[in-house]
C-alpha cells in the first residue's frame, strides 16, 4: 500500500476513557502555556519603556514586540528537539518540562531588573527567557493533541479536542485577559504603568505548581502500543525512521502549518495586535482595553466543544471550510477600528473576535487529523510551531507597524489570502490521503 492511502491508526484499546482529573492535567498545562504566553503581549506596552525606552511610543513598543515574535522563532527548534523524545520514549516527561519551564520563566520576568539598572542589558535578559519559552513551548502542542487524539471516545475527537485544544486555550487566553483587567482596576494608571504590570507574570509563575501537580497523574498513552509501526514497516524505530516518515507526509506538513499559521495572524492581531494598539497608539482606557478582551475570551471558551461536536456530526472537512472562509471578511472589519473609539474598538473586538474564536475552536483538531500517529507529535509540534512563528509571531508586529505606516489595509488583504490558501492545501492533503482522525 502507497503510504499516502494508508488507513488511519487505530487508538490502543488500553487507554481509558479520560476522567475529570486527566482532562484537567491535559488542559490545563495547555492553558497555563497560553495564559504565560499571552501575558506578554497584552503586558507589551507597559514593558516597552522599562526594557526599551525611547522618545517615540511606537518605536519602543514595536521594539517589545519583537522580542514577542522572536520567542516564536524559537519554537521550531523546540518542537524538533522535544517532538521525537515525546514520540520515541516519554510524552508526559515533555509535558512536565515544558510546563515547569513556562512557570519558572514568568516568575523571571516578575522580578527581572529594567534598563533602568541593567542598560541594555535588561533588554537582552528579557529575549532570553522569551527564547527559553519558545523552545519548551515548540513541543507543547504537539504533546498535548497527541495525546488529546489518543484519549477522546471514538467519534467524539472533535469534541473532546474541541475541549483541550479550544476552550482550554481560551481559559488560558481568558485568564490572562482577567489577570491585566483586575490588576489594571485595582490599582493606579500611574501604578500599572511604574510596577503593577509584574502582578500578572507572577501569578502565571506560580500557577504552574498545580498544573505540574495534576499533570503528573497523566497516563503515557502513545508509548505503550503500537508505536514501533511506521510506513516502512514494523522495524525498530529511530530518529532516522520518524524524520523520513514526516518527509513522506510533507504535503500533511504543509497543511498543518497553513491550517494553524492562518488562523494564528488572526488570533494574534485580536489578542495582542489591536489591544496595544489600543493602548499606545490611541491612548484608549486599559481597563475598558482589558476588560472588552475579557468579554471576547469568554465566547471563546463556550465555543470550543459546540464548534468541535459540529466536526463530528458534519465533517471535518465541512466544519473548517465554513469556518475558515468566513475568517476572510472578518480581517477586513478589523479596518474599521481606525482612530480613538473605544465602542469602535469593542464591536471589532467582540463580533470579530466570534469568528477568530470559532476558527481557534476547530484549527487544533484539523491539524491533528493531517497525522498519523507514530509521528503525530513531532509532525503536529513542527507544523503548530512554524505555522505559529511564520505568521502568528510576526501578526502583532506587522499589525501595528503596517498601521504606523498608513498601509492598515495591506494586513487585511494579507491575512484573507492566507486563509483562502489554508484552505487549497487542506484539501490537496485530504485528496492525498492525509486523514487520520475522525471522517
Not at 498545562?29 to 499571552?38: P, T
Not at 511610543?57 to 523524545?85: D, K, N, W
Not at 513541543?139 to 482550554?168: C, D, H, K, M, Q
Request: charge should be positive; proline fraction near 4%.
Amino acid at each position: 500500500m502507497h503510504p499516502e492511502q494508508q488507513a488511519p491508526v487505530e487508538a490502543p484499546a488500553n487507554v481509558a476513557r479520560p476522567d475529570r482529573r486527566m482532562t484537567a492535567g491535559l488542559g490545563g498545562g495547555v492553558a497555563l502555556e497560553w495564559f504565560d504566553w499571552n501575558m506578554y503581549g497584552l503586558m507589551a506596552a507597559f514593558l516597552a519603556p522599562h526594557f526599551f525606552p525611547s522618545e517615540d511610543p511606537a518605536t519602543a513598543l514595536l521594539s517589545a514586540l519583537a522580542v514577542f515574535g522572536a520567542g516564536f522563532f524559537a519554537r521550531p527548534i523546540g518542537a524538533a528537539l522535544l517532538g521525537p523524545v515525546a514520540d520515541l520514549i516519554s510524552h508526559k516527561r515533555v509535558m512536565l518540562i515544558s510546563v515547569a519551564a513556562m512557570s519558572a520563566t514568568s516568575l523571571a520576568v516578575a522580578v527581572i531588573p529594567t534598563y533602568q539598572t541593567l542598560g541594555a542589558g535588561a533588554g537582552v535578559m528579557l529575549l532570553v527567557l522569551r527564547l527559553v519559552q519558545g523552545l519548551v513551548t515548540g513541543a507543547e502542542a504537539g504533546v498535548a493533541n497527541a495525546i488529546g487524539a489518543e484519549l477522546a471516545p471514538r467519534g467524539e475527537e472533535g469534541r473532546y479536542l474541541g475541549l483541550i485544544s479550544g476552550t482550554f486555550i481560551q481559559i488560558g487566553i481568558f485568564s490572562a485577559s482577567a489577570v491585566a483587567f483586575v490588576v489594571s482596576a485595582i490599582v493606579s494608571p500611574a501604578a500599572m504603568a511604574d510596577w503593577a504590570w509584574r502582578v500578572p507574570f507572577a501569578i502565571a509563575g506560580l500557577a504552574g505548581i498545580a498544573v505540574l501537580y495534576l499533570r503528573k497523574t497523566l497516563p503515557e498513552t502513545l508509548v505503550t502500543r503500537a508505536v514501533s509501526r511506521s510506513y516502512d514497516g514494523p522495524e525498530r524505530r529511530g530518529v532516522a525512521s520518524l524524520w523520513k516518515t514526516l518527509w513522506r507526509a510533507r504535503l500533511a506538513l504543509v497543511g498543518v502549518v497553513l491550517v494553524i499559521g492562518s488562523i494564528q495572524i488572526a488570533n494574534y492581531a485580536w489578542i495582542t495586535g489591536l489591544p496595544n494598539l489600543a493602548n499606545s497608539t490611541y491612548s484608549e482606557n486599559s481597563t475598558w482595553v482589558f476588560a472588552l478582551t475579557t468579554v471576547m475570551g469568554v465566547i471563546w471558551i463556550v465555543s470550543g466543544p459546540i464548534v468541535g461536536g459540529l466536526a463530528d456530526r458534519i465533517g471535518t472537512a465541512r466544519a473548517f471550510t465554513a469556518m475558515r472562509l468566513a475568517l476572510v471578511p472578518t480581517f477586513f472589519f478589523m479596518l474599521l477600528y481606525s482612530e480613538q473609539n473605544l465602542a469602535m474598538f469593542g464591536l471589532v473586538m467582540v463580533l470579530g473576535g466570534v469568528v477568530v474564536g470559532l476558527n481557534m475552536s476547530l484549527y487544533n483538531y484539523v491539524a491533528v487529523t493531517l497525522m498519523p500517529r507514530e509521528i503525530r507529535t513531532t509532525g503536529v509540534a513542527l507544523g503548530y510551531a512554524l505555522g505559529v512563528s511564520i505568521f502568528g509571531g510576526t501578526s502583532s508586529y506587522l499589525l501595528v507597524w503596517l498601521r504606523s505606516n498608513g498601509n492598515f489595509w495591506l494586513f487585511a488583504v494579507y491575512g484573507a489570502i492566507v486563509a483562502l490558501v489554508s484552505v487549497v492545501v487542506y484539501y490537496l492533503a485530504r485528496s492525498r490521503g492525509h486523514v487520520h482522525v475522525g471522517r
